[in-house]
């Protein structure tokens, strides 16, 4: 405000520039109060995040040290059973029948003809469909969490679908028990 063009006292003039300059400072305090408050929130969320990181990436190691483990132990499982196959067909002739499935695609004793995927897949797909409860989608996911840890392979959640409806239709289908009363 200029003096030379107001005709305001000049008090109220030094008055009216003092309250201007108050209400700066209280606005300009604001401010930094509420930097200083996001200053701090945002270095409480970084270590947070930092921590979490830590924790994920702590745990993605021991995850890749299991399933290492876990294919080590599956390896010595199939070695014995193939040693075991070895010495019971030298020592006798009785033979014993193991699941000896040391290839993951020659499934072809197990497999039913014209279908990919082995008979125990089908089975465990199909009965946590209908006895879990689990939807199509969950049963998939799971098959493929469980596959790195067993001989079982993950189907999409559309095959599994048409499993259980083969299933159903033939349920629907089948010729009903007669009874005697």
């Given amino acids: 405000m200029k003096t030379s063009d107001s005709t305001m006292p000049l008090s109220r003039q030094l008055r009216y520039e003092k309250q ?16 200083r408050q996001q200053v701090q929130t945002i270095r409480a969320l970084k270590k947070s995040r930092d921590a979490w990181k830590a924790k994920v990436e702590d745990l993605e190691q021991k995850s890749l040290l299991w399933i290492r483990q876990n294919q080590d132990l599956h390896r010595q499982v199939l070695h014995l ?21 040391t290839d993951d695609d020659t499934d072809d004793d197990h497999r039913l003809f014209h279908f ?19 939807s199509y989608r969950a049963t ?3 098959m493929t969490l469980f596959s ?17 409806e ?5 349920e629907l289908t089948r010729p009903k028990e007669k009874r005697d009363d």
Wanted: net charge positive; proline share 2%.
């Fill in 20 to 35: 201007c300059r108050q209400k700066w400072r209280e606005n300009a305090a604001k401010k930094q109060q509420k930097i």
């Fill in 166 to 170: 083969r299933l159903g239709l033939y």
């Fill in 140 to 142: 998939a996911r799971s």
């Fill in 81 to 101: 059973t193939q040693q075991l196959q070895a010495l019971s067909s030298n020592s006798s002739n009785d033979t014993i029948i193991l699941n000896d499935e």
């Fill in 116 to 134: 990919r995927y082995s008979i125990s897949t089908i089975s465990v797909s199909v009965s946590q469909v209908i006895s879990a409860g689990h």
């Fill in 148 to 164: 790195p840890f067993s001989e079982l392979s993950s189907p999409h959640y559309t095959t599994i679908k048409s499993w259980v």
